[in-house]
C-alpha cells in the first residue's frame, strides 16, 4: 500500500446511507482505504446484541462499495492491536466521540504512533438502532395480525 492509509470501522449492520457517508467521506482524506467489520461477537461484547445481517455478508456489503479498497473483520477490542496488525495513518471515527474520555484517550494512544483521529459528523435522520427498531415493529404487527 502506498500513499496515506486510512482505517474506518463499523458495525455496517443493516447498511444505510450513513454508513455510506462515512465510508465516502474517509476515502476523500486517504488513498487507501481499510474499513474494519466488527465481529458478531465484538459487537455482542460491546453493545450486548448480535447483528441482524451475518458478519460474512457484512464483510461482501463493505468491502463491494466502490470506495472502500479492503474490509476486514474487526476481532481485536483494542485500536492499537488493529493498528499494530494493519498499520493505517489516519483513523475514522464518528463526532460522537469527540471530546469524551474515550475520545481523548483514544487521540492520545494513537499520536503516540503517530496515527491522526479524523471525526466526521453523525448521520442524525438514519441509523441502525432506528432501522432495528422499525424492523422489530414490523415483526410485532405481523405477530398480532397473524
Known amino acids: ?15 444505510h446511507i450513513g454508513h455510506l457517508n462515512l465510508l465516502r467521506r474517509a476515502k ?50 483494542d485500536k492499537l492491536d488493529t493498528w499494530s496488525e494493519l498499520h493505517f495513518d489516519v483513523f475514522f471515527k464518528g463526532d460522537d466521540w469527540r471530546g469524551t474520555r474515550a475520545g481523548r484517550d483514544l487521540e492520545r494512544r494513537f499520536a503516540e504512533v503517530g496515527v491522526e483521529v479524523v471525526y466526521f459528523p453523525y448521520t442524525i435522520d438514519t441509523s441502525s438502532t432506528v432501522l432495528r427498531r422499525a424492523l422489530a415493529a414490523l415483526n410485532e404487527d405481523v405477530r398480532v395480525g397473524a
Request: aromatic share 6%; charged share 25%; with cysteine.
Open 28 to 77: 476523500a482524506e486517504c488513498d487507501f482505504l481499510i474499513a474494519g467489520v466488527v465481529s458478531d461477537d465484538l459487537l455482542e461484547r460491546r453493545r450486548g446484541r448480535s447483528a441482524v445481517i451475518p458478519l460474512s455478508e457484512r464483510l461482501e456489503i463493505v468491502g463491494s462499495i466502490g470506495v472502500v479498497d479492503r474490509a476486514v473483520a474487526e476481532t481485536a477490542t
Open 1 to 15: 500500500m502506498t500513499g496515506r492509509v486510512g482505517y474506518a470501522a463499523g458495525a455496517f449492520d443493516l447498511f
